[in-house]
């Protein structure tokens, strides 16, 4: 059976004190609501229905949804079920309809399938879970015999009734064509004059259909975010989340609560992740890499027995196999390190390949430079690579020695075993095998002694 799932992306989010529409707002690296997008997405025979009110336009051009979503807009926003009301429309004949919330992104495919499964026997199925102090949830409220009766929203809920902890997590499954004839039947009779989807329980019990409730084990599933506060509390969520399933493929973790995964990362056997590091954007790691801690790594590659020390940023590069880079060291635009290489504390290489087994280890800056292989660059030297208007390139061959404090000024290259002497500034290219040496002729000159 075809599924559609209605996902209620309308709320203004005014607790959230911001301007953006609360689905939009960040979590883990991504608009809140796009994590549930991409779960309901890898489940066959889905189909999208997003309702969406103000900014409309902002959330359709942010959302990563596949081609064939339907975007709903609820111009007043009545409550939950009038919500659904201008998506059910948009639902196909014989399918079965779930209705999802934006703001409740952590909820699983697995749990879903579940829930679904409840309901292709007829039944509405309600997503349920137990909670210690359940404000401002609605109650779930169940007959002599323990099945689900009814629904009752907290502000129209009696001193009894909001004793009770099993809650209901907004979300339900039902035959598309079932809803459709109850939607209809719901009344704003309530204290906010609004038009409730849990009254759906009611008005399906008392049309035959059965209500069958799916309590939740993991209750973070459906944790939502209606302040900053509970914002905060569901990305520590969703982090330690992410940072469990590291652990449980094989991944050691210092400390799954300081950890942040702001896009995805990939990580192969035997890799060692240490507190406080930020993974950005699309990240691939290697069996056995090694990152020390407070490291920050965006959009790039660490291949297999790498190892980066403490307080090292990555963006945009690849880091080959074996190689060592850091302490404080800076990788980016587009840089690339070949096999065994190493990069040490406050180096930065922009935009330059770096051959296997070169080695930069101290205070240096590599910007649009080509070095080939077991090449050596001395402390303190630097790429001159900016003319005021172009930049331009250094290429070093193969076995280079480059002399401390050297500066190069591109465009310039050096042939292959060529040296440059420490302190020189080499503006002219070196033949291989050359010694290269720019510097000022020292003086030593006699001082008169005061008497």
């Not at 409740?104 to 409840?118: E, H, S």
């Not at 939740?216 to 469990?244: F, H, I, S």
């Not at 403490?310 to 945009?316: G, L, M, P, Q, Y």
């Not at 075993?417 to 000159?445: F, H």
Request: aromatic share 4%; with cysteine; proline share 3%.
């Amino acid at each position: 059976m075809n599924t559609d799932f209605i996902v209620l992306a309308a709320g203004k989010g005014q607790r959230m004190l911001g301007t953006r529409p609360k689905v939009l707002l960040p979590l883990a690296g991504k608009p809140m609501a796009q994590h549930l997008l991409d779960t309901i997405a890898g489940i066959k025979g889905s189909r999208h229905i997003i309702v969406i009110g103000d900014q409309a336009e902002e959330v359709k051009k942010t959302l990563l949804a596949p081609r064939n979503t339907t975007w709903v807009r609820q111009r007043k926003q009545l409550g939950t079920g009038h919500a659904v009301k201008t998506a059910i429309s948009s639902t196909r004949r014989g399918s079965m309809a779930v209705v999802l919330y934006g703001d409740v992104p952590l909820v699983q495919d697995k749990t879903l399938n579940a829930l679904t499964k409840i309901a292709t026997k007829g039944n509405l199925a309600v997503l349920t879970f137990k909670k210690d102090a359940p404000k401002g949830y609605g109650r779930i409220i169940r007959d002599s015999r323990n099945q689900v009766e009814a629904i009752i929203e907290e502000k129209d809920a009696n001193q009894e009734q909001r004793k009770i902890g099993e809650v209901n997590s907004g979300i339900l499954a039902i035959k598309s064509n079932s809803l459709k004839q109850l939607l209809p039947e719901l009344k704003n009779k309530n204290a906010a004059k609004e038009y409730y989807l849990t009254d759906i329980v009611g008005l399906a019990k008392d049309s035959g259909i059965k209500v069958k409730a799916l309590l939740l084990e993991n209750p973070d599933e459906v944790m939502g975010a209606n302040t900053r506060l509970e914002l905060q509390e569901l990305e520590r969520t969703c982090q330690k989340n992410q940072a469990k399933k590291l652990v449980e493929s094989g991944i050691q973790v210092a400390d799954i609560l300081r950890l942040d995964i702001r896009g995805s990362l990939e990580a192969g056997r035997g890799t060692f992740i240490d507190v406080n590091n930020v993974f950005e954007g699309k990240v691939v790691l290697g069996r056995g890499v090694i990152v020390g801690p407070n490291c920050y790594i965006k959009d790039s590659t660490i291949d297999n027995g790498a190892i980066l020390k403490a307080n090292t940023v990555i963006e945009d590069s690849n880091v080959g196999s074996g190689c060592t880079v850091g302490p404080f060291a800076r990788l980016r635009g587009g840089t690339e390190l070949e096999d065994l290489s190493e990069l040490g504390n406050f180096v930065e290489a922009n935009r330059s390949k770096i051959g296997k087994a070169t080695k930069a280890k101290h205070l240096t800056y590599l910007g649009d430079a080509l070095l080939g292989a077991e090449v050596n660059i001395g402390a303190g030297t630097i790429t001159c690579n900016f003319d005021g208007e172009k930049k331009h390139k250094t290429k070093l061959e193969d076995k280079v020695f480059v002399g401390s404090n050297t500066s190069l000024v591109a465009p310039v290259s050096l042939g292959a075993k060529s040296y440059t002497g420490a302190g020189s500034v080499i503006t002219k290219n070196v033949p291989a095998g050359d010694l290269a040496i720019g510097r000022a002729r020292q003086n030593n000159i006699k001082r008169k002694r005061k008497k």
